[in-house]
């Protein structure tokens, strides 16, 4: 079983969506969350950074984690063409694990 | 410059060729590191340094050599690669190790021939 699970679409939304991302792990001992985002040919930055299960909320952006299901999710409300990028999800305890990423399209 | 810079953002090289990679930050960072990014695949750790010292090696093959210098330079020596190497190779840096948030640089577009 991979340590985690995260689906590489793409993922195709027309702007003013809601997008849900997601992401499984199977490692209990990971103790913080990330989501990172890509642009093309751009390095990864941190977009939402949590510790707790519950949810984390960032302008259009909430990232809940539900320690229980080992599952990881970010919401993008209202989403842009600008949102459109890969969204990598991320789990640290030393050195930070990634998902494989999820390439967004936002559809003007 | 701010921020964490790669160069060459794209290199070619042959199998036979010794080339380098150079990372730079310019955040004040104590901790560096090199992750490999193949297409479709999870960010690969390759290697963690923390002033200066190497404190990671991901069963990395020895034909990839990193270098740290000082807390603010990173290298990363390549000879005799094989085309599976090609690969965006990206340079991270944190205020300590293992404290989640990296910073990243825009990559190393390599090409192995």
């Known amino acids: 079983q991979k340590e985690v699970e995260q689906d590489p679409g793409p993922l195709s939304v027309p702007e003013g969506a809601i997008v849900s991302l997601n992401c499984t792990y199977s490692n209990s001992a990971f103790q913080y969350f990330m989501w990172y985002r890509q642009y093309s040919r751009k390095g990864p930055e941190l977009l939402m950074y949590t510790y707790s299960s519950g949810n984390k909320e960032d302008g259009r952006f909430t990232a809940q984690v539900d320690k229980s299901s080992k599952y990881i999710s970010l919401f993008i409300r209202d989403s842009q063409p600008s949102d459109s990028a890969t969204y990598l999800c991320a789990f640290g305890r030393r050195a930070l694990t990634f998902g494989s990423g999820t390439r967004l399209q936002v559809q003007p | 410059e701010t921020g964490v810079t790669q160069t060459p953002r794209h290199l070619v090289m042959g199998m036979t060729n010794k080339k380098s990679l150079k990372c730079e930050q310019h955040l004040g960072h104590n901790a560096m590191y090199w992750y490999k990014q193949s297409a479709k695949k999870p960010l690969e750790l390759m290697f963690v340094y923390s002033l200066e010292e190497r404190v990671e090696n991901n069963s990395v093959p020895s034909r990839f050599s990193p270098e740290c210098p000082n807390s603010s330079h990173l290298f990363l020596h390549l000879h005799t690669l094989q085309p599976e190497d090609s690969a965006l190779y990206l340079c991270?840096?944190?205020?300590?190790?293992?404290?989640?948030?990296?910073?990243f640089g825009e990559g190393s577009r390599l090409t192995v021939l």
């Open positions: 991270a840096s944190s205020q300590d190790k293992y404290t989640g948030e990296l910073f």
